[in-house]
């Protein structure tokens, strides 16, 4: 019985840090879009990078 009660706490605290993790990365997603290209850093303000966009989406 107390394993029951340990697979019950391992199976919340695997879903609250999985939740964690993807609100994380939306945020910094969203960061990310709003500050420009992530790989060279170019000022897009949300739009496509004009100078690696295609890259960009193969590696997405
Ligand atoms: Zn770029």
Redesign the pocket.
């Known amino acids: 019985m107390v394993l029951i009660w340990i697979g019950i706490a391992m199976g919340i605290l695997i879903g609250i840090i999985l939740l964690r993790k993807i609100f994380k990365s939306g945020k910094y997603e969203r960061f990310s879009i709003n500050a ?7 000022p ?1 303000n949300g739009m496509s ?5 295609e890259s ?1 989406r193969k590696t997405r």
Do not use: L, N
């Open positions: 420009g290209c992530r790989r060279c850093g170019y897009t990078c004009p100078r690696c966009g960009q």
